[in-house]
């Protein structure tokens, strides 16, 4: 079974400022996808940044990055100067490399609120 | 322009009814997905499907059914079998449902009970 945890419920930061969200991970598979997704209060979910179990440097797609530790099974997201229009909470998710029967589903953390302030 | 839509944006249920939660996408993707999310927390998968004809429960499936007669099509049933069916559903898909692959959302359903 895979389980996702983010500890940290809501977080303010200062505009401009880098804000680190915690994701910790459990899974007894040996590959594995990690995502971590934006809401906005509209509700849509947005794709941010993904990195693979075996990917050997960092993901960064922009302002994200994120801090992959296997050994530690965390995959924190850092999102650095931080805009207005980051405020939304932020989810962090896991895919396992399943065998294509038993299903490729994505499962989701509780998720962190960011609120940033100007 | 590409992506996902789901109707109705906000949607209200009678107690003993069933109700049907649209789903459609023009992305060409194989593999779709829906999601329950309640408030404060993260989504759960309720159902998802990998090619037409064919669809596999996720972790809460009890109380609703789906079907996929058609590649753009997803809808979801809530039945009069869930009892606590007020959340927010989110469709979602991707290309072929392989590990690396980002999902897509829809803008969700807001269900709520009368």
């Known amino acids: 079974a895979q389980k996702i945890t983010q500890t940290q419920p809501g977080m303010f930061v200062q505009e401009k400022e880098a804000v680190t969200l915690d994701c910790t991970y459990d899974?007894?598979?040996?590959?594995?996808?990690l995502f971590w997704y934006k809401q906005p209060s509209s509700g849509e979910m947005i794709f941010l940044i993904y990195?693979?179990?075996?990917?050997?440097q960092n993901a960064t797609e922009g302002r994200y990055s994120l801090n992959f530790q296997k050994a530690r099974k965390s995959a924190n997201l850092v999102i650095s100067a931080s805009q207005l229009g980051d405020s939304a909470m932020y989810f962090c998710?896991?895919?396992?490399?399943?065998?294509?029967?038993?299903?490729?589903?994505?499962?989701f953390g509780g998720g962190t609120r960011v609120l940033v302030k100007p | 322009d590409g992506g996902i839509t789901q109707s109705p944006k906000y949607l209200f249920r009678k107690e003993g009814q069933n109700v049907t939660l649209s789903c459609e996408q023009n992305?060409?993707?194989?593999?779709m997905y829906w999601y329950r999310q309640d408030p404060g927390q993260g989504l759960r998968l309720i159902y998802y499907?990998?090619?037409?004809?064919?669809?596999q429960k996720g972790d809460i499936a009890e109380g609703y059914s789906v079907s996929r007669e058609k590649k753009e099509s997803f809808p979801l049933t809530v039945t009069s079998a869930q009892k606590n069916p007020t959340a927010f559903y989110l469709c979602?898909?991707?290309?072929?449902?392989?590990?690396?692959?980002?999902?897509?959302f829809g803008s969700g359903t807001q269900l709520s009970v009368l």
């Open positions: 992305l060409n993707h194989d593999a």
């Open positions: 899974t007894s598979d040996q590959s594995y996808g």
């Open positions: 990195q693979g179990s075996y990917d050997e």
């Open positions: 979602a898909s991707s290309e072929t449902g392989s590990t690396n692959e980002k999902l897509f």
């Open positions: 998710a896991m895919r396992a490399f399943m065998i294509k029967a038993a299903g490729n589903k994505l499962t």
């Open positions: 499907s990998q090619i037409v004809n064919d669809f």
